[in-house]
């Protein structure tokens, strides 16, 4: 498959706007609320790195408008709560993992981000269907929230209504 076709196949599987994609894996990502999936990607244990924090994982990608638009506000969101215990993970979903630098060298993020070519990790374990999407953990490795798209402000605050709650709870796992 070339790389156009392969790019095309992503933005169809993946949607990339506020309106449902035609093509979903089987499943949803809010079906695994309350369970613990798999934070493996890129070879890093995201959920280890993380223990004993909230913690935000956004599956985005560089050609998703509403993703590059989302991530200063989730930047700024990460730098006022991390104190909290607040961690957050980018999880880019590119086909071409060279074009992911380029662009964090243009918008630099505080939290770090793993590249998930293709999205391979975010499909078949998370059951991510459209970008950007972000997973909520609570400390003790628990997803307890989806919040899926992106269209402005609001969705921020939706994001944080989750959050509130998980980091007013303390101690450890």
Do not use: N
């Not at 924090?53 to 985005?60: A, R, T």
């Not at 560089?62 to 993970?89: N, Q």
């Amino acid at each position: 498959m070339t790389r156009l076709a392969t790019v095309l196949a992503l933005t169809l599987a993946l949607g990339c706007s506020a309106e449902e994609s035609s093509r979903r894996p089987d499943g949803s990502p809010k079906e695994l609320v309350g369970a613990a999936p798999t934070l493996l990607v890129a070879g890093r244990d995201l959920a280890a790195e993380a223990k004993g924090k909230v913690l935000v994982v956004d599956v985005w990608a560089t050609w998703c408008e509403p993703c590059v638009r989302s991530l200063p506000a989730l930047d700024e969101l990460y730098r006022r709560r991390a104190d909290e215990g607040l961690a957050v993970v980018g999880v880019a979903i590119d086909e071409d993992p060279r074009l992911v630098p380029a662009f964090l060298a243009k918008l630099p993020l505080s939290f770090p981000t793993v590249i998930d070519v293709g999205a391979a990790v975010a499909q078949e374990r998370w059951k991510v269907a459209r970008v950007p999407t972000r997973l909520v953990f609570d400390r003790r490795g628990v997803l307890r929230g989806v919040h899926e798209g992106w269209e402005g402000p609001e969705d921020d605050e939706e994001l944080e209504a989750i959050l509130a709650p998980l980091l007013a709870e303390r101690g450890s796992p």
